[in-house]
């Protein structure tokens, strides 16, 4: 039971509302060239949410275009990370990452995906109405160029995660009150918050308990979670700049992790589908 003093922070959505592409990426910080490591070496587990060939990820129901098994971090951010799980112990949880470091091809998948996704729900509808349907869930990959920092997605750095906690033992996922890609208003990280403060649930509702946990966890090693959704977490890329500008007066002026471009791979080839 996890019983510490925590609480997330209600965040104004107004104002972490703006764009993150605007703020510049620093290529002289030292961290700029930091390589990327296999989760695995650091006693992180990983399954590539985009990868499941079992049909078991809604919403997409299969592999998506592009997509790798194998789970990939910047060195630092794998070493935070390990220490978030150290956190979570104690309380018999730990961390199983979804999505980290994600190629462009696979980027390009996800938008495939939605694309045609906007499609189905609206026939008939020109690129621009399909475009702003996609960009509702990903970045456009169409524009990205690895010279421009305004076209970087987050996870094309290496510093983002996306993650949810299990029980130790069984392996079985913590209830955390929606599935993970179920972009809803309960997916907003503070959701559980804002209906405790409203008399909507006990404050011993297991949801509001295990966000608090992860949240708790992630905190401490100076993670910052995109408010909108309850599973991503940033360390260093333009994303969490934008976010700590939007929550502290200390920001940095710029971010240190911009575009990598991808490990050698080792297992499998990719999943080459049209979307």
């Not at 592009?66 to 630092?76: A, D, F, M, N, Y």
């Not at 987050?154 to 079985?172: E, Q």
Request: aromatic fraction near 12%.
């Amino acid at each position: 039971m996890f019983e510490i003093d925590y609480r997330i922070p209600i965040i104004d959505r107004h104002q972490i509302a703006g764009p993150h592409n605007i703020i510049p990426v620093d290529s002289d910080d030292p961290r700029f060239s930091e390589p990327l490591v296999k989760l695995e070496s650091y006693g992180v587990a990983f399954n590539s949410y985009h990868a499941i060939t079992d049909g078991n990820n809604p919403p997409y129901g299969r592999p998506i275009g592009g997509s790798r098994q194998e789970g990939w971090i910047r060195k630092s951010v794998a070493e935070r990370l390990a220490r978030v799980n150290g956190h979570l112990e104690p309380y018999g949880a730990e961390l199983i990452v979804l999505d980290a470091y994600r190629s462009m091809e696979c980027q390009q998948g996800l938008w495939n995906f939605f694309y045609e996704q906007g499609r189905e729900k609206h026939p008939g509808a020109d690129n621009q109405v399909l475009t702003e349907y996609a960009l509702g869930f990903v970045r456009d990959p169409r524009l990205f160029d690895k010279e421009d920092s305004a076209t970087f997605p987050a996870h094309a750095t290496g510093a983002s995660v996306d993650v949810t906690i299990r029980d130790i033992k069984t392996r079985k996922l913590l209830n955390m009150g929606s599935r993970f890609e179920e972009i809803i208003d309960v997916s907003y990280t503070d959701y559980f918050e804002r209906q405790l403060n409203n008399g909507l649930i006990e404050a011993d509702d297991e949801r509001l308990l295990n966000r608090r946990m992860m949240d708790w966890a992630f905190t401490r090693e100076n993670f910052l979670n995109d408010p909108i959704l309850y599973w991503h977490y940033d360390w260093g890329n333009q994303l969490y700049i934008k976010v700590k500008r939007a929550i502290s007066d200390d920001a940095p002026a710029a971010a240190w992790y911009g575009y990598i471009a991808p490990p050698q791979w080792e297992f499998g080839d990719t999943h080459n589908l049209s979307t």
